[in-house]
């Protein structure tokens, strides 16, 4: 794979924000409009740069949101961390209009192109179903037809980003298989007490190791260890398992 | 020029510590890997120098560990934006290594369990700059952090930095390995913040 495709030029754009969404009480989701926008491949991330009044500046990366797409605009969700720099900028001060530095996309290896035919399985930790619901839009959006499984843990329902639009897929029954574990608190009868994904669960909610297919496990580094393992446990090749990986904190700690 | 970011001020580094551009100080240490942490005993565990063609130097664990070890403390700087200060290893040095290796070749490429590779110019691997570390503060190194040993080379990002380090082949022109070849710089100075191929 060629990493320059997949890169795009990595200078310094201008976004604007065009729309504002909360996804749970802590994390928002920010569309951003950016008139040169070169196009990206689903799974790729962008560095966001706040600059202060007397040039001080911060850079952090999100992964977009959003499908690949043609109308320059892309979206990104951001989870705000308690000690955090410019996630509490980004979930709290930004508003319409507002003007932000931007750089990317970025990334080659987290990625699903749209000519990929063999199964997809993803595997979300609580914010790590980002990069993984980019996959999802982009999957909806083409003319594909991988099939794909998303489990997504959360430690509670509340927790759950993109909820109307998982249901909606989850509803028309698409070729995207939908599953949710919960590791604190379940929904009302849920069949399964809270509790980290095990072996057990994992076999029911992936695509068994013979069909052979990639998977894309993204949360925080204990979340994605656990995973991991399972998964190569399981018997899946672990040449095919891609993972990413949010800070060292999380859910699963 | 930089779009000042209305009713931004952000938290400045409290003391006079000096980070490369766009990096932000942590103390954690996060996790950052391509794909799942290979686990390598160490009955099977090996080093070893190539030039490509023939096998010039080959450790098992023991013999590694029978070399002379060094206590290392150095800053880290993650191509992600964090860095991290003052971090304690033991490992042993590549000048240790390369010691008996006599060679033309100017560039290695590092070869690592689970089929990482990360590039770099030999010089940068001599002189204590570069080490295989096998401890991090005081134990054995994790796993995760790349255990039962990886490269340290703290002078570039920490990408370069390979985790689960088996091996070391010698080359004649400098060639991207894993993260290089997808878009990140054939280099990785953090001071130079050479990121992204394009830098």
Redo the contacts between chains.
Sequence with gaps: ?A??E??G????R?GKVVSLRDETSTARTIAIEVRDWPGHVAGQHVDV?????D???????YSIASAPNSDRRIEITVERLEDG?VSP?LTQ???IG????LRGP?????VWHVDQTEPIQLIAGGSGIVPLMAIIRSRLASASNARFRLLYSLREPAAAFYKDELQAISIRGESVILSYAFTRITPKDWPRPASRIDAALLSENVWPSHLSPTCYVCGP?SFV?HV??L??AAGMD??R???E?F???GEHK | MAIISRGFSGRRSAGEVKLPPGQYLTTDFPVLSAGPTPRISLDRWEFTIDDGTNVMQRWDWNSFRDLPRETITVDLHCVTRWSKLGTSWEGVSFDTLLANVKTDLPFAMIHSYGDYTTNLPLKDLLSKQAWIAFKYDGTDLAPEHGGPARLLVPHLYLWKSAKWVKGLTLMKDDKPGFWEGLGYHIYGDPWREQRYSEE
Excluded: H, N, Q
């Design positions: 794979m990493g320059t997949v890169l030029r990595v200078t310094w201008t740069r706040l600059t202060a009044p040039g001080y500046s911060a850079v952090r990366s720099e900028y001060e930004v508003a507002d003007e932000l530095d970025i990334g080659g290896w987290f580094t260890e991991a393992g998964l190569i672990r040449g398992i891609r993972t990986r800070g060292s904190t």
